[in-house]
Nanobody, 117 residues
Framework: QVQLVESGGGLVQPGGSLRLSCAASRIIFTIYTMGWYRQGPGKQRELVATATSGGSTNYADSVKGRFTISRDNVNNTVYLQMNSLKAEDTAVYYC???????????WGQGTQVTVSS
């Protein structure tokens, strides 16, 4: 059973930073595009950022220039560095693994990020 385990969420003041991690197990990591999604209160889940094993990245316009996604293909981990956080970044952040070869798609359990003074 594929497992995606997120960590690093918490409470931070506006303008602060957090780094989320997602450790993947029981997965051929390099054939998956890894991504971060978020779901704010009363909102639909939305894409934050994705990263392919080849290093291509994609960001939502709302986080460009503030968030950076990276992945460690040796340790099967994907990161999301979040800087200059705003109140509107408050959400549950989910790690996602999307196979490039099949229809397989997996989700982590989510980690709460709260930006508040």
């Amino acid at each position: 059973q594929v497992q995606l385990v997120e960590s690093g969420g918490g409470l931070v003041q506006p303008g602060g930073s957090l780094r989320l991690s997602c450790a993947a197990s029981r997965i051929i990591f390099t054939i998956y595009t890894m991504g971060w999604y978020r779901q704010g209160p009363g909102k639909q889940r939305e894409l934050v950022a994705t990263a392919t094993s080849g290093g291509s990245t994609n960001y939502a316009d709302s986080v460009k220039g503030r968030f950076t996604i990276s992945r460690d293909n040796v340790n099967n981990t994907v990161y999301l560095q979040m800087n200059s956080l705003k109140a509107e970044d408050t959400a549950v952040y989910y790690c996602n693994a999307d196979s490039t070869r099949t229809v397989a798609k997996y989700w982590g359990q989510g980690t709460q990020v709260t930006v508040s003074s």
